[in-house]
């Protein structure tokens, strides 16, 4: 007979832990037991949840509520989580972090992207970086789970490969994410007030993006990687494309090679190059509500110059949905599990 | 041992037949066997249906190629189904056709409302509206089944519990139903240019709306029917809002009791009417790609108008979801089978 | 020579504000002396409204600084103006008010709709109501101008023709407006976060619109009127659908003459109504910016139903533009002046 | 007594031309006096350029029906005008064409580009390229005007100033533009189609774009210059983001400075950095229907990169406007003649 697995969200009344909540709520393995939000405690989830409402009667609980769970995910603005990790290492033996507090493994790494010493810099080792592609093998049995971050898993799925087998070329590499609003989070600021981003191409971010560290952790080689990122009229998803240098001679046939090589049995990983039709590469549009990181690449022979794409939903392979292969993966599961849904057409 | 049923799609490039296959794909007890497209025969379906990347590998085949099946699903534009009906019914035993060609019961009310005599009069009676909340139990054991139009089911699901329990005044009921640009299908036309129709709020059918006599043959009652169709900037959904009238003393709370008296065992029927938070009736951006119908309704105490509310996904609850459930029905299934997802938050 | 006259603006970092100061800027007749913001004081104005960068070097000040001006336009929220109203009228001779405060003259009307006792009754009879092609004449030497609200403008443009003209059956009317998320002004708030409000179709006013009595006001006859606000992804517009009414017989062609009976000396009213091409009717997108009012019409003549339609941009003719037009009536300018541009397409 | 200048428009039907329209009809020095469209001859401009209602009586007409003007328009697809070109100079004494067939000075490049021998190879260099910040003493009484590239000229714009200063270092410059979907034209295609095109961030040229080479003509220095382009679902607008490296202690101030320096006389061209507010950079949402090019940069002084940012009107800046301010410059106009109207906001 299957045994579930309990599972608490904390801090369960913003993007991330909404999706997480919408994903858990159809894994086959899991039960949800507490939703934590401390502005929201005592309302139903799907009140601030609306497309949950009539599949969960949870209600949202304070932190202080939380009973013990085999799961616990922490949805909590960057920095909590790592302040309270003691409060909540009591409630679960398995732990996994959606924010950036436990990335990075590296305290003055940390220290010189977040602008602050990391409160627990001993325990930065105990985590898994959650991105199955690179770290499958350390995640099965593991316990503390540091979700990567969209961005950076949008920049390190389309570079690993030519990477990892060593073909680029020392050069530096250009990076430029466009990132729906829902990245941003679930509160309202001047900037994400509806008349002013509905029509925008905001650069937000042009130098200096904090997913920098994680990419430059994660990616093998030693290069100059540069990041940028742009917000769009899209809610969800990020489309990035990345220039990149590969030697005389290296040609498409050696990409498409090398991305089969690297990525042959990913189940979230696809390759898109189609020579006909209006959907030739990734595009962000396929992808909402799915845990599918879409690749693609174009070569230009007369530089040297690939241009790598990829894209993904943010919330779910940005963040749930690569938590929740992570802890497929992590408990032994399918690691389709409560992931296995394509997108929509049109959308 | 569960035995899967075969399906063939007919006309499987445009939007409703690619909405179907993306349920039926995921259904547990349907097996796809061909999916027909005239212009895209050899073609793999993921090339038309980008978001079936790595899910199938279907390629389409000519009508002629049908060999065949438990059950044929027509996705042809309105008109072909019934010109070729006999073709068809040699294929499979059930026939379910999405098109608008079997509705209307009466061979007067469709040349009135297409404008030309039907082919196959004498077969009307042998076909069910599709609408599962009104014909369920026709719809057991069905082998024919005619899927109700999308405007149609948003309008039909909005009055009917009002109209049905007697409650509302034989005055003028005006719906205006706000749909999004994959109403009108797959083929680019001036129309659905996107520079043209991106900041559109465009009245296409100010009157003489269709699905007018689809809905005036479902509801129950005599009263005067107005539909107003406006196209808006979303791709997917339709918002419908009903103006209807009350007697003197009709309360807020006497709603409530005949949508929940009418709808209580309905698994895809929400009733959205919240007092607080941002998303306090139904709203079509919730729903895309799911099989709800989310109802409110809102009371004028002043002059007796009631205003209902509906939202759908006019390809799922409006199309192919709603076949899809009709079909659940006609074969004992589980009526969720195939459908049992939440929309996205954000979306 | 032309003697240019003096404009304060008092609440200019909101969009109503804004709009009248682009408007103001290009005015030939106009001078802005002062645009006050208390909580953007000091700063320049074009960082609040970026659209004019290079356009103007104002900065705001507080409305205690405010010195003499010709004109003083008040563009606070509701409510603010009536209350503050002699601080203002010792500041200049023409006050032009942009908000709901003047608009009603029974102050009875006021209490009920707006659920608190006008702070200055007394005074009501002194505002001509802001609606040039209804109030012309009353306009032409006005020292109070009331700018009519924006969804009771495009209520009252749509069906004041066939009003007038004693046509309509006297049975209930429904006006359904579809708004832009900018009429909801420049304050974030959590409807307005653009990951809730950039996919949806928002019945924010079902029944009880307050805009309802400033059309009941202004429209002639006796009929029940009934308004339904549904807010849309565009960020600028108005969509207005009326259903009214007429006598058998009264046929396609009459509207027509209504319309032009009424409007033919009207610089900004355009009457759409088109038999080809895909903007056959009134479509907000074409008028950003811009201050026409376009309207059309459709029969059903087998149900003696009119489909009235009209499309505004909120913040121009729905708002700062008709302003405009009604000052230069007031000083006997051309009506035209500064507000004599077309809008964009594609937009 | 002003003595206006008659201009007859070819091709009148497409975006560019309609935009030409536009703008003519507003310019105080000329008369629009003939249209030209095959596909609509006879019928009135306005059914195709819905914003014109009310603000031309003009009706297409065939381009066999020209007669002599003073200046003619060419906005034909890219390839007609060149073939064409004989026809076209017998009409007018200035001839200014919006399309790519005189840009490049270079007949061996044209072949590169656009795939096939330039037809009168012999005339280019009579063409002056219609870049008013680059070209301003070549336009003055110019008589053959090549409206510049959109993507090139903000491109070009972005990067001429460190370029013309010798400042950049000669490594790869990697510029993205994120293009709305006017660009590619008034005519409906399947990938244009709304449902297709709505939701979509669609990588349509990675490498290769035609308009490297207008680009490399026209910037100074020697660098390698790689362009990507980005379909967005903006209906107008570019944003271009371009990645350039500086020396070692090259400062913000710098970049300044260099921008200062070069377009401090410039009417169209406003730098946008600003260190609050959430509108720092430029930003096309801020740019419709305006000549602006909005430039911005912010330098990552670790890595020695500048990102140089442009925000353009592709219709307006990026041609039609770019292409009316050549000609006030070629007549000895003020350069801001038919040009002088500010964006809107919100927008």
């Given at each position: 007979?299957t045994?579930h697995k309990?599972?608490a969200?904390?801090?369960g009344?913003?993007y ?5 909540l919408r994903?858990?709520l159809g894994h086959?393995?899991?039960k ?14 799907s009140?601030?949840?609306?497309n ?11 932190a202080a509520?939380?009973v013990?769970a085999?799961?616990?995910?922490l949805?909590?603005?960057h920095?909590s989580?790592a ?8 409630k679960?033996?398995v732990i996994v972090?959606?924010?950036?507090d ?5 305290p003055?790494v ?5 602008g602050e ?5 001993e ?10 592609e ?5 995640l099965?049995g593991a316990t503390?789970?540091a979700?990567?971050g ?5 920049v390190?799925?389309?570079?690993y ?10 050069k530096d590499i250009?990076?430029t994410g466009?990132?729906g609003s829902?990245?941003?989070?679930a509160?309202a600021?001047?900037g ?10 905001r ?6 993006h904090?997913h920098t ?5 994660e990616?093998p080689g030693n290069f100059?990687?540069h990041l940028?990122a742009i917000?769009?009229?899209?809610v969800r998803g ?9 030697p005389?001679g290296?040609?498409d046939?050696?990409?498409w090679?090398?991305?089969r090589?690297v990525y042959?049995e990913e189940p ?7 020579a006909?039709?209006i959907?030739?590469?990734p595009?962000?549009?396929?992808l909402d509500?799915t845990n599918y ?5 174009e070569?230009?022979?007369d530089t040297g ?6 894209a993904?939903?943010?919330?779910v392979?940005?963040?749930a949905?690569?938590?929740m292969q992570?802890?497929n993966?992590?408990h ?5 599990s409560g992931l296995d ?6 959308a």
């Amino acid at each position: 007979m299957t045994e579930h697995k309990t599972v608490a969200i904390v801090g369960g009344s913003g993007y991330a832990g909404g999706e997480f909540l919408r994903l858990a709520l159809g894994h086959p393995m899991l039960k949800v037991t507490q939703v934590t939000s401390e502005r929201s405690a005592g309302l139903p989830v799907s009140l601030v949840h609306p497309n949950l409402r009539g599949r969960t009667n949870l209600k949202f609980v304070r932190a202080a509520e939380l009973v013990d769970a085999d799961i616990v995910v922490l949805a909590l603005p960057h920095g909590s989580a790592a302040k309270r990790i003691a409060e909540f290492e009591g409630k679960g033996r398995v732990i996994v972090d959606l924010s950036a507090d436990f990335r990075l493994k590296d305290p003055e790494v940390y220290r010189a992207t977040y602008g602050e010493a990391h409160p627990t810099p001993e325990r930065l080792g105990e985590w898994v970086y959650g991105n199955p592609e690179l770290h499958r093998e350390a995640l099965r049995g593991a316990t503390r789970i540091a979700c990567a971050g969209c961005f950076a898993t949008s920049v390190i799925l389309a570079l690993y490969p030519l990477l990892k087998l060593g073909v680029l070329l020392p050069k530096d590499i250009v990076a430029t994410g466009l990132v729906g609003s829902s990245a941003a989070g679930a509160s309202a600021t001047d900037g994400s007030h509806h008349p002013e981003r509905a029509g925008s191409l905001r650069v937000y971010k042009p130098v200096g993006h904090r997913h920098t560290a994680e990419a430059r952790q994660e990616l093998p080689g030693n290069f100059p990687l540069h990041l940028t990122a742009i917000s769009t009229p899209r809610v969800r998803g990020i489309l990035t494309t990345a220039h990149a240098w590969v030697p005389d001679g290296y040609s498409d046939r050696d990409v498409w090679s090398a991305y089969r090589e690297v990525y042959a049995e990913e189940p979230f990983i696809r390759i898109v190059k189609v020579a006909r039709g209006i959907h030739r590469y990734p595009d962000p549009m396929l992808l909402d509500g799915t845990n599918y990181c879409d690749l693609g690449f174009e070569m230009d022979n007369d530089t040297g110059r690939v241009v790598l794409m990829s894209a993904i939903d943010n919330l779910v392979k940005g963040t749930a949905g690569h938590a929740m292969q992570s802890l497929n993966i992590a408990h032994g599961w399918d690691e389709r599990s409560g992931l296995d849904f394509a997108g929509l057409h049109p959308a």
